[in-house]
């Protein structure tokens, strides 16, 4: 399950360091590349909510190995993209396969967990994501210095197609928790869990959690990159490690997220993120730095708790909960990646602190006005197995 979220993560963000290569490759202005991100967020968002009633209704081990096999040729196809249009549309075909596993993935955790709460398990897997996320900018970035942009693909194509194979090989199917007469009896009780408060308000919390983050490290290469800074595309890659802090955050989160209140710790969550924007508007170097690493503090905490909250708030057809986690955390993603270039071109950086910020100002009041209470509290295990 580590490997497959490096894998699809990396994918995902693998153009994220790219962009100002494609700029100058294709003459296309910041917005216009973002489509290389937003186009791929995009079709996770339309195809995200799919992947859950497939899921409780085919077994989520045949799905998320056989999606993850079909992402990476869609990868390898990306790095013979014979032209800008291609290549977005390609992306978007990615998009497509992503939430075979990131929209499945926390309804397998839930299951291997039986009546347990999944919190520990949940924090883990975030934070693989968050690792792959890394790997997927750093190193996408490193590559495409030493060789062309194409490269990233191969590789990153090659690491999906092992995910698979592992993903087929080594996980059992549990036990289903639930059953269903088929896809759509699934998609039906998935469409329930919009008209519950509480879910809702955790939905809204996904999509302008991703949006803030996304917003600010799709366009932080052009700040970057501009004067004074003038960094290479490499030196910029590793502004991208900001990510580590998330590897160690994410997975504490999870951890606390069954000892305190879901709801207070994903508020905090949302406040040291929005310190960590507010740094990047200092204008130097260091506070810049400090920033993504204070905001990935912070996303992944809140990112960490989220869908655990939902795992426990669902008590019926959790697959299609999670999957519609993962469509608002992505419809965020699809606004986050490109409003904020609009506002970049017209009022520059600042305008991509004002756009992201007020994001999260909104997803937090959400969270504390709708996610009331931390769903159904199951049984503690014996110590000896918490241990």
């Not at 919190?119 to 994501?129: M, R």
């Not at 699809?334 to 950086?349: D, I, K, M, N, Q």
Request: glycine fraction near 12%; proline fraction near 5%.
């Amino acid at each position: 399950m580590s490997l497959a979220a490096v894998a699809v993560f990396a994918d995902m963000y693998v153009t994220q360091p790219l962009l100002p290569l494609l700029s100058a490759e294709y003459g296309v202005s910041a917005a216009v590349a973002g489509t290389t991100v937003s186009s791929v967020v995009f079709t996770i968002a339309l195809a995200s909510s799919a992947y859950g009633p497939l899921g409780d209704a085919l077994g989520r081990k045949k799905v998320m190995a056989a999606g993850c096999a079909l992402l990476a040729l869609a990868t390898l196809a990306c790095g013979f993209a014979p032209g800008f249009t291609a290549l977005v549309a390609l992306r978007a075909v990615q998009g497509v396969l992503v939430p075979s596993v990131s929209a499945v993935a926390i309804a397998y955790l839930g299951d291997l967990r039986g009546g347990e709460d999944p919190g520990s398990l949940v924090g883990a897997y975030i934070g693989a994501t968050v690792f792959g996320g890394l790997v997927g900018r750093v190193g996408s970035g490193l590559i495409a210095q030493a060789s062309s942009w194409r490269t990233p693909f191969y590789v990153f194509a090659a690491v999906t197609l092992l995910a698979a194979a592992a993903l087929f090989f080594a996980l059992e199917e549990p036990k289903a928790a639930e059953t269903h007469n088929g896809f759509a009896a699934a998609y039906r009780e998935m469409g329930a869990h919009v008209g519950n408060p509480r879910l809702f308000g955790a939905f809204l919390v996904a999509a302008t959690l991703f949006f803030g983050f996304i917003g600010i490290f799709t366009y932080l290469p052009y700040l970057l990159s501009a004067p004074p800074f003038s960094l290479s595309t490499g030196t910029i890659a590793w502004f991208y490690a900001a990510y580590l802090a998330g590897v160690f955050t994410a997975p504490l989160a999870g951890r606390l997220s069954g000892r305190y209140s879901r709801r207070v710790l994903i508020a905090a969550g949302f406040v040291v993120a929005l310190c960590g924007i507010a740094l990047t508007a200092l204008g130097a170097l260091t506070a810049i730095a400090a920033g993504t690493i204070v905001l990935c503090i912070g996303m992944f905490a809140a990112q960490a708790i989220a869908p655990a909250y939902v795992n426990v708030t669902a008590t019926t057809a959790k697959g299609g909960a999670n999957a519609l986690y993962t469509t608002f955390y992505y419809v965020g993603a699809v606004l986050g990646s490109t409003l904020p270039g609009l506002a970049l071109e017209r009022f520059g950086w600042s305008g991509v602190v004002w756009t992201c910020a007020a994001s999260l100002v909104v997803g937090l009041v959400a969270d504390l006005t709708l996610c009331t209470g931390d769903g159904p509290t199951p049984p503690a295990p014996p110590r000896s197995i918490r241990d």
